[in-house]
């Protein structure tokens, strides 16, 4: 592995007690900064702004649409006020083209089927707004796996707030330690902590330029292959 896995409670041995599992989508499921790029890209060209690099981009994505924009303006001096403005044209373009480049992660398809057939609910609780991740899950045929779909704007709070996988466990009448989270930032690792869920960490996704075991995630991995 590229990175120590971190264990502190959670193996394959202990999905005999998981009844459920929370994945976020962007970095954890799906490779989608190359989509965002070009739709941050357009948004700026209808401005008259330079574009940004993928490098920034997958430094910024993950936690939600508008704190993107937020780092996209600050980065390029745009003012405060145009941020609205920013916001709107980037969801029309990325809504117009949420998957003409992005691709599901090596592990993912195999483990959600995995999931199918031992009969755990699979719910996809992400930042992403709830209509682009809809939309993504569906044109890379994921969406059949999920009994629950949670975007950023689905409830008062996201993540790292733990109201969205409170929320999932409500659905799905099941106490915390039933349920696993799998995601690739701290966002989800603190989401996790803060609901009294164990976490499980991918290497692989986008963590703001930060180093994921940092954030203590119950398990890391480098794939989620390995889980099988």
């Known amino acids: 592995m590229s990175q120590s896995t971190v264990e502190k409670g959670v193996s394959v041995a202990s999905f005999d007690h998981i009844q459920a599992i929370f994945f976020d989508l962007d970095g954890t499921l799906v490779d989608s900064a190359a989509d ?18 993928n490098v920034q981009v997958r430094l910024w994505v993950g936690r939600g ?5 937020q780092c996209v303006r600050e980065y390029r001096g745009i003012a405060p006020e145009r941020h609205e403005e920013l916001l709107a044209s980037f969801m029309k373009h990325y809504q117009a ?25 699979v ?29 950023g704007d689905s409830l008062e709070h996201r993540k790292p707030h733990p109201a969205p996988l409170l929320h999932a466990l409500s659905h799905y009448g099941l106490k915390p330690e039933h349920a696993l989270m799998i995601g690739d930032s701290r966002n989800d690792v603190e989401s996790a ?24 995630p119950d398990l890391l991995l480098d794939s989620l292959a390995e889980l099988l």
Do not use: M
Request: glycine residues 6%.
């Open 36 to 53: 965002i790029l070009r739709a941050v890209n357009f948004a700026l060209y209808d401005i008259g702004v330079d574009p940004v690099t």
């Open 65 to 69: 649409a508008g704190r993107l924009i």
């Open 97 to 121: 083209d949420v998957c003409v480049d992005s691709t599901v992660y090596a592990g993912v398809r195999e483990f959600l089927i995995w999931c199918q057939q031992h009969k755990i609910h």
């Open 123 to 151: 719910a996809c609780i992400t930042n992403k707004p709830y209509q682009p991740a809809l939309k993504l899950l569906k044109a890379l045929n994921l969406l059949e796996y999920f009994s629950l779909v949670l975007g």
């Open 193 to 216: 902590r803060a609901a009294s869920i164990r976490s499980i960490a991918v290497s692989y996704g986008y963590n703001h330029g930060e180093p994921i075991a940092a954030s203590e």
